[in-house]
Every structure is written in structure tokens, then in C-alpha cells.
């Protein structure tokens, strides 16, 4: 189990900007230059897993720094379910599976089996 309040402020700002990456931002925690000027749209979570990755953030994250990014991710989505999830953070389920599976990926975590939240279209559980 990862400490946060253990880390050094370096890892700790590193961390909490991989976290909101994943699931931070989608909770409504907006900065002015994070909307998309054309559209007004907020960026997708994909988007900003990716824009983590590009940076080359996600290669510094130790296992159990890896770790706690995932179970923030699913976390939110189990918590949530289906309808809340869209409700609170503008987001579809299929965006933040993506948003999983992308981070899963780009973490490399060989020790470890994504798991994965299965709803049907109508918000029932698989």
C-alpha cells in the first residue's frame, strides 16, 4: 500500500499529476487552458492519459505508484456505476475503459490482470 504522505514533494507532485491525468481532471478539478477552445468541450481522459504518456511521466511511477493510479481509476468507476459515473464526471463508461486500458498498457504491469468493469448499454451489470 502506497504511503502518499511518505513521498518526497518531487514524487508526491509527480504522482497527484498522473492521478489527475487518470482520474483527477475527470472529476471536475478544470484549469482555463484544459477546455478545448473550439468545441468548449473538456479534454477526453484518454486524451490526457496519453498527453501523460507523450510526457514520459508514467515511465518514473514505481509498482505501487502504478498501482494506486489504477485502483484510482477503478475505484471511481465501481463507486460510481454506470449512470453516476456520466452524471458526475461527463464522461461515458466506454471512455473510461479506454482511459483504463490505455493506462494499463502504457504502465507495462505484467503482475497484474486489468480488471475490467462490464456494464451493458442500459447501466446493468454483466
Request: glycine content about 6%; proline content about 4%.
Amino acid at each position: 500500500m502506497l504511503d502518499i504522505d511518505a513521498l518526497a514533494e518531487p514524487r508526491k507532485r509527480l504522482l497527484i499529476g498522473v492521478l489527475r491525468s487518470a482520474m483527477g481532471v475527470v472529476l471536475k478539478m478544470y484549469e482555463p487552458n484544459e477546455f478545448d477552445a473550439r468545441s468548449r468541450n473538456h479534454i477526453p481522459v484518454w486524451r490526457r492519459i496519453h498527453d501523460a504518456i507523450r510526457d514520459d511521466a508514467l515511465s518514473t511511477l514505481t509498482g505501487d505508484e502504478a498501482e494506486a493510479c489504477l485502483d484510482a481509476l477503478h475505484g471511481t468507476q465501481y463507486a460510481l456505476g454506470p449512470t453516476e459515473l456520466h452524471t458526475v464526471t461527463g464522461y461515458t463508461l466506454r471512455e473510461y475503459a479506454s482511459a483504463g486500458l490505455l493506462l494499463f498498457s502504457a504502465l507495462k504491469m505484467p503482475f497484474r490482470t486489468y480488471d475490467l468493469v462490464l456494464w451493458s448499454e442500459e447501466g446493468e451489470w454483466l
